[in-house]
T-cell receptor, first 111, second 112 residues
Framework: QQPVQSPQAVILREGEDAVINCSSS?????VHWYRQKHGEAPVFLMI?????EQKGHEKISASFNEKKQQSSLYLTASQLSYSGTYFCGTERGGSNYKLTFGKGTLLTVNP | NAGVTQTPKFQVLKTGQSMTLQCAQDMNHEYMSWYRQDPGMGLRLIHYSVGAGITDQGEVPNGYNVSRSTTEDFPLRLLSAAPSQTSVYFC???????????FGNGTRLTVT
């Protein structure tokens, strides 16, 4: 079952902040975040693990609320290079690995 | 290291034809998976594998077969192509659960 991302799209001016949300109806073990530029493959940004451990990008932060099965990605002082589609991927844990992605959030940063 | 290599980059098929999308990784990753990407739908999991000889279905497996005879290779077979299978296909690998996915550059498939 796909996690739900919001907003679907957001337009910023350079230097502005943005928050992208990801929620699931199922209990989660971890949440991944990826960014995809047009015509390219998705690129890893961050993983948030149950228990609070966070791995990833220096200039982008995120949170993971395990009780609410929600994660938020915080993009501060946005740069033109932040433009792209952001995907969250959720993993429910267990012995079989399966990462399910949301439909994506299109972020456009203008000068 | 080449990472994850997908071939071909582009392919056009006629309805009813069969073909195999190739995926190979040289990082000795245990986990491999296939996703399809359609506008507005995000990345949807087709099949995945947790090791050589072990495969399982994802969200949208119908019309596709996979096998994993070696750690390195994870081919995706379209048995009888349909226009609904027009999409961009990504192969990905990771060494373990809770680690980043490494994506290939994708295969753009058009079925007419």
């Amino acid at each position: 079952q796909q996690p739900v991302q919001s907003p679907q799209a957001v337009i910023l001016r350079e230097g502005e902040d943005a928050v992208i949300n990801c929620s699931s109806s199922k209990a989660l073990y971890s949440v991944h975040w990826y960014r995809q530029k047009h015509g390219e493959a998705p690129v890893f940004l961050m993983i948030l693990l149950k228990g609070g451990e966070q791995k990833g990008h220096e200039k982008i932060s995120a949170s993971f609320n395990e009780k609410k099965q929600q994660s938020s990605l915080y993009l501060t002082a946005s740069q033109l290079s932040y433009s792209g589609t952001y995907f969250c991927g959720t993993e429910r844990g267990g012995s079989n690995y399966k990462l399910t992605f949301g439909k994506g959030t299109l972020l456009t940063v203008n000068p | 290291n080449a990472g994850v290599t997908q071939t071909p980059k582009f392919q056009v098929l006629k309805t009813g034809q069969s073909m195999t999308l190739q995926c190979a990784q040289d990082m000795n990753h245990e986990y491999m998976s296939w996703y399809r990407q359609d506008p507005g739908m995000g990345l949807r999991l087709i099949h995945y594998s947790v090791g050589a000889g072990i495969t399982d279905q994802g969200e949208v497996p119908n019309g596709y077969n996979v096998s994993r005879s070696t750690t390195e290779d994870f081919p995706l077979r379209l048995l009888s192509a349909a226009p609904s299978q027009t999409s961009v296909y990504f192969c990905a690998s990771t060494p373990r659960s809770n680690s980043p996915l490494h994506f290939g550059n994708g295969t753009r498939l058009t079925v007419t």
